[in-house]
C-alpha cells in the first residue's frame, strides 16, 4: 500500500498538484518541492484503515488487500499494478482544463 500510496502522490505532486495523504498512521500534506514528509510518513505507516471521514473526503483511494492494491477514484477501480504497467493513454475529451473542481482541484485527497 505504501508503494501504491507513494507511485500515486509523487505523480499528482509531479503534475503540479498538493495533495493531503491520510493513512491509518495520520494525515500529512506534500506539494511540488515538499515532498520529503510524505515519504517519511509512508515509510512508517501502520496497517489498518484510514477514518471514515478520511475515507469519504477522498478524491483517490488506494486500497490495500491479502494480495493486491486497487486505487479508486473517479467512480472507477483499478489494480494497482495495471496501471503502472501500462502506457498513459490522453483523453481527448478531459475538460480539465477548464477548472472543474473535480478534474482539475488543488488539493486532493489520496
Known sequence: MAAAAATVCLGLVRDGASVTLST???RVEAA???TRPLLEHLAAVEG???SAAATE???VRVVAADESVAVRFDG???????LVSE???AD???DA?????KTNPEVREV
Not at 76 to 82: A, H, K, L, P
Not at 97 to 101: H, K, L, M, T
Request: proline share 10%.
Open 24 to 26: 491509518p498512521s495520520g
Open 32 to 34: 511540488p518541492g515538499r
Open 48 to 50: 489498518g484503515a484510514a
Open 57 to 59: 473526503e477522498a478524491d
Open 76 to 82: 472507477r477501480v483499478r489494480e494497482f499494478d495495471g
Open 87 to 89: 502506457p498513459a493513454v
Open 92 to 94: 481527448s475529451g478531459s
Open 97 to 101: 482544463a477548464d477548472g472543474d473542481e
